[in-house]
T-cell receptor, first 113, second 111 residues
Framework: EADIYQTPRYLVIGTGKKITLECSQT?????MYWYQQDPGMELHLIHY???????EKGDLSSESTVSRIRTEHFPLTLESARPSHTSQYLC????????????FGSGTRLTVV | TQLLEQSPQFLSIQEGENLTVYCNSS?????LQWYRQEPGEGPVLLVT?????EVKKLKRLTFQFGDARKDSSLHITAAQPGDTGLYLC???????????FGTGTRLQVTL
């Protein structure tokens, strides 16, 4: 039973469209993250949050934005999708401290045509 | 600069063989974790090691943290097709409060 949920699982969308990828967790974790990953490749951190109203950009430059209005919800928005945004997007959360493991969602596979 | 380098990048072996995956860095980690990711899913935490020299076993998987806490290894005995996936190491460095992930090792186990 998943404790972190991502929707949709798959999305095919046209260039220029605005999209929001949803991520919710039921564990009460303060820390949440968004990663971009090409199939079988390494993870690239694009956004993270340490709590409500806290958001930071990650190591990989991204044209997406995030918000954290509620502890359990961390949506990612692309204002104008482009083919270069085609990738898998993974959401994760972790408890406070610097030893806790991350719990990942199943990901959203985005294709921009 | 990638802090955590994994080797090999890709490994294809037959069922029953043994293998070792390495995770190396020039930085010291306060703790290190290993994850496995199956195609189409998110990574799943396998183990956390905290103490230099620590060894942990999870069925056929053996994890070791280097004495200087700069490296780690994952050894799989008698690999099975169900072991197929992407293996990622990840660690916390210094005062960082988020994980640094390694470059990943793709393992394929065939019958």
């Amino acid at each position: 039973e998943a404790d972190i949920y991502q929707t949709p699982r798959y999305l095919v969308i046209g260039t220029g469209k605005k999209i929001t990828l949803e991520c919710s967790q039921t564990m009460g974790h303060d820390k949440m993250y968004w990663y971009q990953q090409d199939p079988g490749m390494e993870l690239h951190l694009i956004h993270y949050s340490y709590g409500v109203n806290s958001t930071e950009k990650g190591d990989l430059s991204s044209e997406s934005t995030v918000s954290r209005i509620r502890t359990e919800h961390f949506p990612l928005t692309l204002e104008s999708a482009r083919p270069s945004h085609t990738s898998q997007y993974l959401c994760a959360s972790s408890p406070q401290g610097a030893i806790g493991g991350y719990t990942f969602g199943s990901g959203t596979r985005l294709t921009v045509v | 600069t990638q802090l955590l380098e994994q080797s090999p990048q890709f490994l294809s072996i037959q069922e029953g063989e043994n293998l070792t995956v390495y995770c190396n860095s020039s930085s010291v980690f306060s703790s290190l974790q290993w994850y496995r990711q199956e195609p189409g899913e998110g990574p799943v935490l396998l183990v956390t090691v905290v103490t230099g020299g620590e060894v942990k076993k999870l069925k056929r998987l053996t994890f070791q943290f280097g004495d200087a806490r700069k490296d780690s290894s994952l050894h799989i005995t008698a690999a099975q097709p169900g072991d197929t996936g992407l293996y990622l190491c990840a660690g916390y460095t210094g005062t960082a409060s988020k994980l640094t992930f390694g470059t990943g090792t793709r393992l394929q186990v065939t019958l």
